[in-house]
């Protein structure tokens, strides 16, 4: 238990806690735990009143923490991680590496790095169970902020704050579809082709957006933006049907000249940074280091393959 006060919280009710918040429904968490709402309601009631404060925004829709809740999740799951861990050292009898380590990729990285990830840590460290989120950037970076991710690559270039940021590489960005402008089977395209030409994007908070903004500012070229899409699969299918193209990462079918030409941007380049991320607030366990060394290893192995000249 952890001492709040001159009370305590039970371990249980950090569990039931963080269930709440992760279903946003008592009723959702109370039937994951087995345990009857009234009494689920009562465990939180309990809690914010050892806190002096309400954890929890009630409404007919469901529950979702208030700052103070969120504060309050966030230290949970590194409290229950630590607990996790230290049964699981306690039942095998010895400091090997062993719990679980979630971690978020964003698609076009996951492409390249899931699958050598998973393998490395299987032969490695069986004992570890790697728990793989793929989504969005933007999404990973409120799971992140959340807690709910051990760590997570995002496009980043330096540190900001309550995040420590790991250089990994460099991504290039390419032209998916518009077959109908310069050579379809090129490996690449001027930038300059795509003025005016109908885009899908994600919406205008994402970091690629903003990149393709500025440089498409910087070049006068006229910006010609029809959807905002933040859906990675949607925007290729609209590509893939001809009368519109996107902006993604070259790492996705890009060498796969078929239905959906994919060609690097050119003249000039567009990259991005690619990093591992995680928070400074919570504690880094020897199993999460662990995942940070095998990604770190993977990437210097895949380095020439990176290092994609146009």
């Not at 208030?66 to 799951?77: D, F, I, N, Q, V």
């Not at 719990?99 to 393998?119: H, N, R």
Request: glycine share 8%.
């Amino acid at each position: 238990m952890e001492p709040v006060g001159d009370k305590f919280v039970d371990v249980r009710q950090l569990r039931y806690f963080v269930a709440v918040v992760e279903a946003g429904s008592l009723s959702k968490a109370a039937l994951k735990l087995a345990i009857s709402q009234p009494s689920l309601s009562q465990q939180i009631v309990e809690m914010e009143g050892d806190m002096g404060l309400p954890l929890l925004l009630r409404s007919w829709s469901g529950v979702r923490p208030t700052e103070a809740g969120l504060s309050m999740y966030r230290h949970a799951k590194t409290i229950l991680g630590q607990v996790e861990q230290m049964r699981a050292e306690v039942r095998r009898g010895e400091y090997e590496l062993s719990g679980p380590v979630a971690i978020g990729l964003p698609t076009s990285v996951a492409t390249v790095i899931a699958v050598p990830l998973f393998d490395r840590m299987r032969s490695r460290y069986p004992g570890i169970e790697l728990q793989i989120i793929e989504s969005m950037s933007g999404s990973l970076s409120e799971l992140l902020a959340n807690g709910r991710l051990d760590m997570a690559i995002l496009f980043r270039e330096t540190e900001t704050r309550g995040i420590s940021v790991i250089p990994l590489f460099n991504e290039l960005l390419s032209v998916h579809g518009a077959a109908w402008i310069g050579d379809p089977m090129a490996r690449s395209l001027p930038l300059s082709m795509l003025s005016g030409v109908p885009l899908v994007l994600p919406g205008k908070s994402n970091g690629l957006r903003l990149l393709v903004e500025r440089t498409f500012a910087a070049e006068r070229l006229e910006l010609n933006v029809v959807a905002d899409i933040d859906s990675l699969p949607t925007m290729l299918s609209l590509a893939r049907r001809g009368s519109v193209a996107t902006i993604l990462s070259g790492f996705i079918t890009i060498g796969s000249h078929g239905e959906l030409p994919a060609r690097y941007l050119v003249e000039p380049t567009l990259e991005r940074s690619v990093a591992l991320c995680r928070l400074n607030s919570v504690p880094q366990t020897a199993a999460s280091r662990a995942v940070q060394d095998c990604i770190q290893a993977i990437v210097a192995d895949l380095a020439p393959s990176l290092k994609v000249t146009p």
